[in-house]
């Protein structure tokens, strides 16, 4: 899984999950389908699966590019592609509209922090959010709106997503640090429906205006301020149910809080993932600093030739399924060159991955050359990291003047692609997973 991948699937788990809070006033969720005549949350599960690619274009976009400038054109082409599943998903029916502008720019924004390898902030992300979005207000600003949203903005100055976006997502602030603090002390709905309540007592949702006019979006603050005051869960949840009785009978639906509710759990979502990728990058590096220091003393210690065997999987995740694979693979072929040489081979799983570390009675130099034909001559040579020691110091091929590695996407250098960052992670683990595929396939034929 790339990065791109893991945060479009976080998305679309945001989108669920939002739906799926209950209650909610005037929205669908698992009780009813609230103001909304032409969906249930069945269409909204669709629309969310069928979206997904969209998220992981955007996320792509900004980890690619690692600038707020100029994207937004791009992003906007993403956006329009992505409304069209969703009307295809779901019949002509808008499930998403909003939040696919909102979430798309979100996703670029958390691509730009990760490919410019900074430390994930909430307030980095609003501000990477407010410079992308900018470009968008000129649609605001034109004289003739052609859009539901543009028209609002010239008759009430509601600004909707666009606005919400510009602003890098102001609204939430606040609202977003009181949710974070009552999810420490519970696992149920609450924390979610207090937050989206204290968000329809503050935001100017525009489908509330849309749907009826500006009085009723007053109303319904005001309403939802009262339900704030309630001193108990469940006197709070009656007047949640209440509201939403309401709302339904009136046709009004809070769809730009909805959205912000959405905003507020991805980000938490982000921060969730952020935090546990520098937590695992680090154990990565204690993993390889354990390695080479055990690797150091076993050289201290005799003379003998040492050879250590890890793959080449790029990315933060270490283990998983086709990474044990590779290694079992790489192993087994390691063992078969170098069996008259050692009778212990010991293997280690750490959270680097799997490694496999050894004593050889073999002359440095040929162990080295044997592993380089190893690397260079398997169909996964390319993906085998075969490192040899002797006399507390690695073997490296320019010591013996064999040729470079090549990199597995262009053929050139590894080491220069490897420094100018000339590929991709997507496009990397892309490779070397269809790599693993097809030998898997070839060798059960």
Not at 84 to 110: E, P, Q, R, W
Not at 199 to 221: F, H
Not at 298 to 310: P, Q, Y
Not at 395 to 412: E, F, T
């Amino acid at each position: 899984m790339s990065f791109s991948n893991d945060i479009a699937n976080l998305a679309t788990k945001t989108l669920i999950r939002e739906v799926m809070i209950t209650p909610k006033p005037g929205l669908v969720d698992r009780d009813n389908t609230g103001a909304h005549t032409d969906m249930d949350i069945f269409t909204f599960l669709d629309s969310s699966f069928a979206i997904t690619k969209y998220f992981e274009n955007c996320i792509s976009c900004g980890e690619i590019f690692k600038t707020t400038e100029k994207i937004f054109p791009i992003l906007q082409k993403y956006g329009l592609e992505a409304e069209l599943k969703m009307y295809d998903m779901t019949a002509g029916v808008n499930t998403h509209k909003g939040i696919i502008f909102s979430l798309g720019i979100i996703c670029a924004a958390a691509g730009i922090i990760y490919g410019k390898k900074e430390s994930f902030s909430k307030e980095l992300l609003q501000k990477y959010s407010k410079q992308i979005a900018k470009d968008s207000k000129r649609d605001l600003d034109i004289k003739t709106p052609k859009t539901y949203g543009e028209k609002l903005y010239k008759e009430h100055g509601l600004k909707g997503a666009r606005g919400e976006a510009i602003s890098g997502f102001e609204t939430i602030d606040g609202i977003y640090e009181s949710y974070i603090e009552e999810k420490k002390h519970r696992q149920d709905e609450i924390p979610y429906i207090k937050a989206l309540i204290r968000l329809m007592a503050k935001v100017n949702d525009s489908n509330i205006v849309g749907r009826k006019d500006i009085s009723a979006l007053y109303d319904i603050k005001s309403r939802a301020k009262d339900i704030l005051d309630a001193k108990t869960d469940l006197e709070f949840i009656k007047k949640v149910k209440e509201l939403d009785l309401y709302m339904i009978k009136y046709n009004l639906s809070p769809g730009g809080s909805a959205d912000l509710l959405a905003v507020i759990i991805f980000i938490e979502e982000l921060e969730n993932y952020f935090y546990n990728l520098e937590n695992r990058a680090l154990k990565i590096l204690d993993a390889r600093e354990n390695r080479r220091n055990y690797i150091d003393n076993m050289t201290k210690a005799d003379t003998d030739t040492i050879i250590s065997l890890k793959t080449n999987y790029c990315g933060d995740l270490k283990n998983g399924v086709l990474q044990d694979i590779l290694f079992e693979i790489a192993k087994k072929e390691l063992i078969k060159v170098f069996k008259l040489h050692s009778n212990t081979f010991i293997i280690e799983d750490t959270d680097d991955g799997k490694n496999l570390i050894a004593k050889l009675n073999i002359d440095p130099n040929m162990a080295k050359k044997l592993a380089v034909n190893l690397e260079e001559n398997h169909k996964l040579g390319r993906l085998f990291d075969i490192d040899i020691y002797h006399d507390e110091k690695a073997i490296s091929r320019k010591d013996l003047n064999l040729d470079q590695r090549l990199c597995i996407v262009c053929g050139n250098f590894a080491r220069n692609c490897i420094r100018n960052r000339s590929h991709s992670e997507k496009t990397v683990l892309e490779i070397t997973k269809n790599m693993i595929l097809k030998y898997i396939r070839d060798d059960m034929d």
